[in-house]
Protein backbone atom coordinates (compact mmCIF):
# COMPACT_ATOMS: atom_id res chain seq x y z
CA UNK A 1 0.00 0.00 0.00
CA UNK A 2 1.51 3.40 -1.01
CA UNK A 3 1.87 6.39 1.37
CA UNK A 4 2.75 9.80 1.13
CA UNK A 5 6.46 10.44 1.01
CA UNK A 6 7.57 13.74 2.08
CA UNK A 7 10.75 15.09 0.80
CA UNK A 8 13.11 14.74 3.76
CA UNK A 9 12.54 11.01 3.42
CA UNK A 10 12.72 10.77 -0.32
CA UNK A 11 16.27 12.71 -0.38
CA UNK A 12 17.02 9.71 1.89
CA UNK A 13 16.11 6.92 -0.09
CA UNK A 14 16.99 5.95 -3.41
CA UNK A 15 14.20 5.95 -6.48
CA UNK A 16 13.56 3.34 -9.02
CA UNK A 17 15.59 4.87 -11.36
CA UNK A 18 19.01 5.20 -9.09
CA UNK A 19 18.89 1.82 -7.91
CA UNK A 20 18.51 0.74 -11.49
CA UNK A 21 21.71 2.69 -12.75
CA UNK A 22 23.64 1.37 -9.74
CA UNK A 23 22.72 -2.33 -10.08
CA UNK A 24 22.61 -2.44 -14.30
CA UNK A 25 18.77 -3.54 -13.57
CA UNK A 26 16.38 -2.82 -15.63
CA UNK A 27 13.03 -0.57 -14.09
CA UNK A 28 10.72 -3.17 -15.59
CA UNK A 29 12.54 -5.98 -13.97
CA UNK A 30 12.86 -4.58 -10.63
CA UNK A 31 8.99 -4.07 -10.41
CA UNK A 32 8.63 -7.18 -11.51
CA UNK A 33 11.35 -8.50 -8.59
CA UNK A 34 9.23 -6.41 -6.65
CA UNK A 35 5.90 -8.26 -7.66
CA UNK A 36 7.01 -11.33 -7.16
CA UNK A 37 8.08 -10.77 -3.26
CA UNK A 38 11.99 -11.14 -3.97
CA UNK A 39 12.90 -7.40 -3.78
CA UNK A 40 10.87 -4.34 -2.54
CA UNK A 41 10.80 -1.25 -1.91
CA UNK A 42 10.91 0.49 1.46
CA UNK A 43 7.47 2.71 0.29
CA UNK A 44 5.82 3.48 -2.51
CA UNK A 45 4.83 7.36 -3.09
CA UNK A 46 0.81 7.37 -3.16
CA UNK A 47 0.42 10.07 -4.78
CA UNK A 48 3.68 9.70 -7.68
CA UNK A 49 3.75 5.66 -7.85
CA UNK A 50 7.44 6.26 -7.38
CA UNK A 51 9.07 3.65 -5.42
CA UNK A 52 11.49 4.05 -2.91
CA UNK A 53 14.33 1.71 -1.45
CA UNK A 54 16.57 2.32 1.21
CA UNK A 55 20.72 1.94 0.34
CA UNK A 56 21.39 -1.12 2.55
CA UNK A 57 18.78 -2.89 0.19
CA UNK A 58 21.12 -2.84 -2.62
CA UNK A 59 22.93 -5.89 -0.71
CA UNK A 60 19.71 -8.17 -1.12
CA UNK A 61 19.34 -7.26 -4.78
CA UNK A 62 23.42 -8.17 -5.55
CA UNK A 63 22.56 -11.60 -3.59
CA UNK A 64 19.66 -12.00 -5.83
CA UNK A 65 21.57 -11.16 -9.03
CA UNK A 66 23.79 -13.45 -7.85
CA UNK A 67 21.93 -16.38 -7.37
CA UNK A 68 20.10 -15.90 -10.54
CA UNK A 69 24.01 -16.09 -12.32
CA UNK A 70 24.22 -19.16 -10.80
CA UNK A 71 21.11 -20.36 -12.57
CA UNK A 72 18.96 -20.96 -9.56
CA UNK A 73 14.71 -20.42 -9.86
CA UNK A 74 13.30 -17.41 -8.83
CA UNK A 75 11.42 -19.95 -6.11
CA UNK A 76 15.17 -21.48 -4.87
CA UNK A 77 16.28 -17.36 -5.19
CA UNK A 78 13.17 -16.46 -2.93
CA UNK A 79 14.44 -19.42 0.04
CA UNK A 80 17.54 -18.29 -0.58
CA UNK A 81 17.36 -15.14 0.02
CA UNK A 82 14.68 -15.30 2.88
CA UNK A 83 16.69 -17.89 5.11
CA UNK A 84 13.94 -19.97 4.74
CA UNK A 85 16.01 -23.37 4.53
CA UNK A 86 18.30 -25.09 7.09
CA UNK A 87 21.80 -25.04 6.26
CA UNK A 88 22.07 -28.49 5.30
CA UNK A 89 18.89 -28.19 2.63
CA UNK A 90 21.18 -24.77 1.38
CA UNK A 91 24.33 -26.52 0.99
CA UNK A 92 22.70 -29.64 -0.66
CA UNK A 93 20.86 -27.22 -3.26
CA UNK A 94 24.58 -25.62 -3.97
CA UNK A 95 25.68 -28.78 -4.40
CA UNK A 96 22.98 -29.90 -6.72
CA UNK A 97 23.73 -26.33 -8.81
CA UNK A 98 27.44 -27.50 -8.93
CA UNK A 99 26.43 -31.37 -10.51
CA UNK A 100 24.53 -29.66 -12.74
CA UNK A 101 26.78 -27.20 -14.19
CA UNK A 102 30.01 -30.06 -13.99
CA UNK A 103 27.29 -31.98 -16.62
CA UNK A 104 26.21 -29.15 -18.81
CA UNK A 105 30.31 -28.23 -19.35
CA UNK A 106 30.67 -31.64 -20.12
CA UNK A 107 27.61 -31.52 -22.80
CA UNK A 108 28.96 -28.45 -24.36
CA UNK A 109 32.93 -30.06 -24.42
CA UNK A 110 31.28 -33.02 -26.09
CA UNK A 111 29.18 -31.05 -28.61
CA UNK A 112 31.94 -28.84 -29.25
CA UNK A 113 34.35 -31.67 -30.24
CA UNK A 114 31.89 -32.70 -32.68
CA UNK A 115 31.60 -28.84 -34.26
CA UNK A 116 35.14 -29.07 -34.49
CA UNK A 117 34.91 -32.89 -36.57
CA UNK A 118 32.71 -31.04 -38.73
CA UNK A 119 34.44 -27.90 -39.08
CA UNK A 120 37.81 -29.69 -40.22
CA UNK A 121 36.21 -32.65 -42.09
CA UNK A 122 32.75 -31.64 -43.23
CA UNK A 123 31.50 -35.09 -43.61
CA UNK A 124 27.99 -35.73 -41.76
CA UNK A 125 28.90 -39.36 -40.93
CA UNK A 126 32.32 -38.83 -39.50
CA UNK A 127 31.38 -38.39 -35.70
CA UNK A 128 30.11 -42.58 -36.28
CA UNK A 129 33.02 -43.37 -38.28
CA UNK A 130 35.22 -44.20 -35.05
CA UNK A 131 32.85 -46.86 -33.96
CA UNK A 132 33.18 -50.73 -35.05
CA UNK A 133 29.71 -52.80 -33.97
CA UNK A 134 30.46 -56.83 -33.18
CA UNK A 135 28.18 -59.36 -32.94
CA UNK A 136 28.95 -61.26 -29.92
CA UNK A 137 27.24 -63.60 -27.39
CA UNK A 138 27.33 -62.47 -23.19
CA UNK A 139 27.20 -64.95 -21.02
CA UNK A 140 24.86 -64.63 -17.74
CA UNK A 141 26.32 -62.96 -14.61
CA UNK A 142 25.24 -63.07 -11.16
CA UNK A 143 24.72 -58.50 -10.15
CA UNK A 144 23.65 -56.87 -7.14
CA UNK A 145 21.48 -54.39 -8.57
CA UNK A 146 19.50 -51.39 -7.67
CA UNK A 147 16.28 -50.29 -10.15
CA UNK A 148 14.32 -47.23 -9.21
CA UNK A 149 12.86 -44.34 -11.60
CA UNK A 150 15.30 -41.40 -11.83
CA UNK A 151 15.04 -37.92 -12.74
CA UNK A 152 16.69 -38.49 -16.23
CA UNK A 153 19.56 -40.43 -17.45
CA UNK A 154 22.63 -38.24 -15.84
CA UNK A 155 20.46 -38.69 -11.98
CA UNK A 156 21.51 -42.60 -11.86
CA UNK A 157 24.38 -41.85 -9.56
CA UNK A 158 23.06 -42.15 -6.45
CA UNK A 159 22.01 -45.69 -7.36
CA UNK A 160 25.30 -47.16 -8.00
CA UNK A 161 26.42 -45.77 -5.22
CA UNK A 162 23.90 -47.41 -2.67
CA UNK A 163 24.98 -50.62 -4.32
CA UNK A 164 28.53 -49.83 -3.71
CA UNK A 165 27.46 -49.01 -0.09
CA UNK A 166 25.66 -52.15 0.15
CA UNK A 167 28.49 -54.61 -1.13
CA UNK A 168 31.23 -52.31 1.23
CA UNK A 169 28.92 -53.33 4.14
CA UNK A 170 29.09 -57.27 3.62
CA UNK A 171 32.26 -57.00 2.84
CA UNK A 172 31.59 -58.10 -1.13
CA UNK A 173 34.37 -56.57 -3.79
CA UNK A 174 32.14 -56.44 -7.50
CA UNK A 175 34.20 -58.89 -9.87
CA UNK A 176 33.88 -56.36 -12.75
CA UNK A 177 32.42 -52.81 -13.64
CA UNK A 178 29.32 -51.09 -13.26
CA UNK A 179 26.67 -52.28 -15.32
CA UNK A 180 23.33 -49.53 -16.34
CA UNK A 181 20.34 -51.46 -17.92
CA UNK A 182 17.40 -49.81 -19.13
CA UNK A 183 14.25 -51.14 -19.12
CA UNK A 184 11.92 -48.38 -20.70
CA UNK A 185 10.64 -49.52 -24.24
CA UNK A 186 12.05 -46.12 -25.60
CA UNK A 187 13.92 -43.33 -25.08
CA UNK A 188 12.54 -41.12 -22.50
CA UNK A 189 13.43 -36.89 -21.61
CA UNK A 190 12.77 -37.71 -17.54
CA UNK A 191 11.40 -40.39 -14.71
CA UNK A 192 13.89 -42.80 -16.66
CA UNK A 193 14.10 -46.54 -15.07
CA UNK A 194 17.07 -47.55 -14.80
CA UNK A 195 18.87 -50.44 -12.98
CA UNK A 196 22.36 -49.91 -11.67
CA UNK A 197 24.34 -53.11 -10.79
CA UNK A 198 27.52 -54.64 -10.08
CA UNK A 199 28.87 -58.02 -10.92
CA UNK A 200 29.41 -60.60 -7.61
CA UNK A 201 30.64 -63.91 -7.54
CA UNK A 202 28.34 -66.60 -6.62
CA UNK A 203 30.39 -67.62 -3.93
CA UNK A 204 29.53 -63.97 -2.07
CA UNK A 205 25.81 -65.03 -2.99
CA UNK A 206 24.97 -66.09 0.70
CA UNK A 207 26.63 -63.20 2.70
CA UNK A 208 24.30 -60.98 0.39
CA UNK A 209 21.03 -62.58 1.08
CA UNK A 210 18.70 -60.99 2.31
CA UNK A 211 19.17 -57.57 0.07
CA UNK A 212 18.60 -54.50 1.90
CA UNK A 213 15.55 -51.93 1.55
CA UNK A 214 12.32 -51.58 0.24
CA UNK A 215 10.41 -50.26 -2.58
CA UNK A 216 12.26 -48.86 -5.70
CA UNK A 217 16.13 -48.55 -5.50
CA UNK A 218 15.95 -51.58 -2.75
CA UNK A 219 19.02 -54.40 -3.49
CA UNK A 220 18.58 -57.11 -4.96
CA UNK A 221 21.19 -60.02 -6.17
CA UNK A 222 19.79 -61.83 -9.45
CA UNK A 223 21.39 -63.28 -12.47
CA UNK A 224 21.71 -61.33 -15.95
CA UNK A 225 20.04 -63.31 -18.57
CA UNK A 226 22.76 -65.03 -21.29
CA UNK A 227 22.16 -62.79 -24.64
CA UNK A 228 22.57 -65.22 -27.60
CA UNK A 229 23.37 -62.42 -30.00
CA UNK A 230 24.27 -59.02 -28.97
CA UNK A 231 25.58 -55.90 -30.90
CA UNK A 232 28.05 -54.62 -29.14
CA UNK A 233 29.95 -51.25 -29.86
CA UNK A 234 32.48 -49.31 -27.32
CA UNK A 235 32.42 -45.69 -26.73
CA UNK A 236 35.16 -43.50 -25.29
CA UNK A 237 34.99 -40.21 -23.63
CA UNK A 238 31.97 -38.50 -21.83
CA UNK A 239 28.63 -40.32 -21.60
CA UNK A 240 27.31 -37.62 -22.45
CA UNK A 241 28.61 -38.70 -26.26
CA UNK A 242 27.58 -41.96 -25.88
CA UNK A 243 24.21 -40.97 -28.54
CA UNK A 244 26.84 -40.97 -30.97
CA UNK A 245 27.18 -44.99 -30.02
CA UNK A 246 23.73 -45.56 -29.77
CA UNK A 247 23.42 -44.09 -33.58
CA UNK A 248 26.23 -46.09 -35.15
CA UNK A 249 24.61 -48.99 -33.39
CA UNK A 250 21.46 -48.07 -34.77
CA UNK A 251 22.65 -47.91 -38.17
CA UNK A 252 24.46 -51.54 -38.00
CA UNK A 253 21.20 -53.20 -36.48
CA UNK A 254 19.04 -52.03 -39.38
CA UNK A 255 21.45 -52.06 -42.11
CA UNK A 256 22.40 -55.58 -41.08
CA UNK A 257 19.27 -57.22 -40.94
CA UNK A 258 18.76 -57.41 -37.08
CA UNK A 259 16.24 -55.87 -34.73
CA UNK A 260 16.80 -55.16 -30.80
CA UNK A 261 15.35 -57.81 -28.68
CA UNK A 262 15.55 -56.63 -25.22
CA UNK A 263 16.50 -53.94 -22.69
CA UNK A 264 20.33 -52.46 -23.79
CA UNK A 265 23.20 -52.67 -21.24
CA UNK A 266 26.05 -49.95 -20.94
CA UNK A 267 29.12 -51.77 -18.73
CA UNK A 268 31.53 -48.60 -17.73
CA UNK A 269 35.57 -48.98 -17.48
CA UNK A 270 36.90 -46.12 -15.78
CA UNK A 271 40.66 -45.85 -17.29
CA UNK A 272 41.58 -42.37 -15.38
CA UNK A 273 40.34 -39.28 -13.91
CA UNK A 274 38.40 -37.47 -16.52
CA UNK A 275 35.63 -38.35 -19.14
CA UNK A 276 38.27 -38.36 -21.53
CA UNK A 277 39.73 -41.85 -20.38
CA UNK A 278 35.95 -43.64 -19.63
CA UNK A 279 35.27 -46.65 -22.07
CA UNK A 280 31.64 -47.32 -22.23
CA UNK A 281 30.72 -50.90 -23.85
CA UNK A 282 27.38 -50.49 -25.17
CA UNK A 283 25.35 -54.07 -25.61
CA UNK A 284 21.97 -54.73 -27.34
CA UNK A 285 20.47 -57.71 -27.57
CA UNK A 286 19.30 -58.25 -30.98
CA UNK A 287 17.68 -61.09 -33.38
CA UNK A 288 17.48 -61.47 -36.82
CA UNK A 289 14.67 -60.34 -38.89
CA UNK A 290 12.78 -63.22 -40.69
CA UNK A 291 12.23 -62.63 -44.27
CA UNK A 292 9.22 -61.10 -45.20
CA UNK A 293 9.04 -59.07 -41.45
CA UNK A 294 8.88 -54.98 -41.43
Given at each position: ???????????????????????????????????????????????????????????????????????????????????????????????????????????????????????????????????????????SVR????????????????LFE?????????????????????????????????????????????????????????????DLP?????????????????????????????????????????????????????????????????????
Amino acid sequence: MGQAVNRATAESLLKIGDVSRLSGVSVRMLRHYDDLGLFRPVVVDEFSGYRYYRVEQMYRLHRLLAFKEMGFSLAQVACLLDGSLPPNAVRALFMERQGDIKREIQEREARLALVRAQIEHFDPDLPLAGYTVTLKPAASVRVASARAMVRTYWHSGPLFERVRAFLGQRGVTPTGPSIAIYHDPEARDQNVDVEAAYPVAFADSARLAPAGGTGDGRITVRDLPALTMAASVLHRGSMHSVGLAYQAVGRWISASGYRIAGQNRNTSHILGGTPADHVTEVLWPVEPVTAGED
